[in-house]
């Protein structure tokens, strides 16, 4: 028995030794099937009394009152018809990644309706589906009675009466450069406008907008990996060239004339960021930026005699971020978020824009207007107030009184919060523990744990913890900072350390939040420091903390980041001669921000997609920043960085793919030029993927030759 004993203690430590995270465990990790369901439901019930979620290819629905779920339906099953496959290759049709389709909706009537492969069904509570004989829709929607469906076919919007099944069409002319209902590429990236049309509440019109093209210029993209190079252009404007021109119209459901609306130039004064009706189906509310952002308005459209009036208006010396659109109470008055006292707060309006009160306030951000229960007089919000590093869920009066906090335990947490405002799925994470879904009544009570925590990847492998901090710059600005151990550390040693940085606005990247098992993880395993600093510039921390990038992004970002290396050498394990930065986007530019103009502080360098003169990127995003191209042309000049060129001192390798379609390989091309011009070694490495990031088997090629890149470099 002794020796059986023995022998426990001898193997136990190796049962129980924890998997290295490597390039090998990640490629493991992901093939792991997400434990129970998703967070978030596809669709609520209009009565509030279940939700509709997604179980591998099963739908299924999941009941408030009994907490137990059950299947509806396996999709796999459903007679969608395969593609017949396309004997000539066809040039690739750009869709921007933000373009927004629900493929599953809730009728009023308890049906669902759900998409597939641009086949529509509609599948009763019984799980039967019933084909509703339409192909090649996209952005399908119900109307709010559950008596039609709207879809686009092609670049013209349809309908189709469910009872009867008889179709409409509701626009005509449609065309890849006149889009009836549908978007172009870079209102969807840049201003989050995934959808091109709306139901109104009574169920008889719908507004769209018409997107035309013709103006807007092409980017001449071209498919290389065949015999016979593919001309694929994109409608991309950059900076000072034209944007789309874009009319508002109201149609009826069944068809007819279109009634346009007045919405100004388009194409060189404003954009068209929100569309919203108003509860009783007579007015829409338009948000209308200018075109460089510093003023937007709120607009009202009165849809029978097509008369605007402005409603509210908002300007800033540096921008305005893109406002959301209004929430309606059902006697006209709206919530609208917005950032005129410096922090996103909730503020309620009269239905003519006077505005009656303040709900929240203080030097912290609202995130997420979740719901209303008017019967309560309640509003559900989300917010930073906490910390930045925090999201928490709150309730508040329409008067602004009886502020409470749902949520507790420091992390992140969000929540879904169902159609009568009486539940909500809760998810909670924090940097040491994974996303845990729970259920609960509206005052805050667990009522059931709807998903438990997946734990399989931090049990089984050896996750380097992950250390939140802080520290000021020299102008007493305090910046937040992640830090990673590497495996084995020995406070002693001198390590390597790679910089992760994104660095732009709209980003928040140290977060009170789970990491999980990333690249970072395996530079920590290889024997690197990891760092991370959210520099002035990035989001959540209140306009005034953005504002400091206007019309010059890439100097201050840097400065906060040589501090923030400053910092971390100042621990006194990191060797401050091998120092290295990666990032991609935003973060590509800073990489190469950082190397060229700071080469003392930082060593190596793995720009991903960047962008390297920020003339070469598109209108609405950096003319938000930068200001029009006329009125800052200094601005232009001086943060491009191909003049630079020169200054490059340490090892650099930069990755892009071909056919980006949001930072153009343009950008990289410049800066190859520039660089053999100026006599500069470097690595580069090609992708052939037709989007923004690398995805699949060739994101494995990244990480690999990001992590032989800092090995060769750094060590």
Known sequence: MRVLILFLLLVAPAIAQKKPVT?????????????????????????SKQFVYRQGLRLMTYSVETQMAKELIDTAMLPVAKSAAVALVQPFEWENRRVSESGVQWSSRDQILYSASGELFLIDLKGTAAPLGITGARDPKLSPDGKMVSYRLGWDLYSLDLETKKQHRLTTGGSDTLRNAGVDWVYPEELDLGTAYWWAPDSKS???????????PLYPHADLRRARAIAEPQHYPQVGERNPDVRLGVVSAKGGATKWFDTGDTVWTYLIARVTWTPDSKKLYVVRPTRNQSRAQLLAYEVSSRRATTISEESDVYWVNVPSEPVFLKDGRFLWLSERDGFNHIYLHAPDG????????????????????????????????????????????????GKRQLTTGAGTHSIALSPDAKHYLHTHSSVQSPSRVTLHAADGRELAVYREADRRVLDNYDLRPTELGSFRVPDGTLLYTRLVRPAGFDPTKKYPAVVLVYGGPQAQGVRNSWYGADFDQVLANAGFVVWQVDNRGSVGRGHAFEAPVFRNLGPTELADQVAGVKQLVSMGFVDPARVGVRGWSYGGFM???????????????AAGAPVTDWRNYDTIY???????????????KNT???????????KLMMLHNYEDDNVLFQNSLQMIDALERAGKQFELVLYTQKTHGVTGPEAQHVNASMLGFFERSLK
């Open 23 to 47: 390039l090998a465990a990640l490629d493991e990790i992901s093939k792991l099937a997400p434990a129970g369901s998703p967070g978030n439901p596809l669709a609520w019930s209009p009565n």
């Open 640 to 650: 491009a960085l191909p003049q630079r060129a020169a200054n490059l001192k340490g």
């Open 622 to 636: 950096t003319e938000r920043y930068m200001g029009l191209a006329d009125a800052n042309a200094e601005g232009y």
């Open 206 to 216: 719908i507004a769209y907008l018409r997107f035309d093209l013709t103006g807007e």
């Open 354 to 401: 006077k505005r009656l009160a303040q709900l929240t306030s203080g030097p912290w951000e609202v995130t997420s207007l979740d719901g209303v229960d008017e019967a309560a007089g309640t509003v559900f919000y989300t917010s930073s107030e906490p910390s930045p590093l925090e999201r928490h869920a709150y309730a508040i009066g329409l008067d602004g009184q």
């Open 591 to 605: 990489t190469l921000n950082a190397m060229l103009n700071a080469p003392d502080t930082f060593h190596a360098g």
